[in-house]
């Protein structure tokens, strides 16, 4: 009963989120995917920025720990194809009917979803391996 009161409030607050959508930046203003990757678990702090926001908004829960998938789909196999344009749409528009959520009113999504796409991205390539990640210069 919790999950579904949980599920319910989830997908409430992205409909309601929805007026608040953003249009995808035009593609000379968004950064071209880069990340760098040492001994598999150390990236650059962008990088590290998007992994952080992985985990503060909680997105294993759908996706899985190794987004690998769960409830929603693989983010491995996805990010095969999935462009910086369509990642932008889905997580400021959701996917409401599939239980995707509306990030938009997330500051910390405006501020690292293209830091989010790198991660993900890395994970997909399999440069970057599932797990705690540092710093490339941490010690």
């Not at 992205?14 to 959508?21: L, R, T």
């Not at 035009?26 to 990757?37: D, R």
């Not at 095969?80 to 932008?88: A, G, T």
């Not at 599939?98 to 989010?116: I, R, V």
């Amino acid at each position: 009963m919790k999950g579904r009161s949980l599920l319910l409030l989830t997908m409430t607050l992205a409909v309601s989120s929805a007026s608040f959508a953003q249009t995808p930046p035009s593609t000379g203003q968004m950064k071209p995917v880069a990340y760098k990757v040492v001994d598999g678990n150390k990236v650059d702090s962008d990088t590290l920025q998007g992994w952080k926001t992985w985990r503060a908004l909680a997105c294993e829960r759908c996706h899985g720990a190794k987004q690998e998938g769960m409830v929603g789909p693989s983010l491995i196999d996805a990010f095969k194809s999935l462009d910086k344009n369509e990642f932008h749409r889905t997580v400021f528009g959701g996917r409401v009917d599939k239980g995707m959520p509306d990030f938009s009113s997330s500051q910390m999504m405006q501020k690292n979803w293209e830091n989010l796409y790198a991660y993900l991205k890395g994970r997909s390539d399999g440069k970057i391996n599932p797990g705690d990640l540092q710093a490339i210069d941490a010690k």
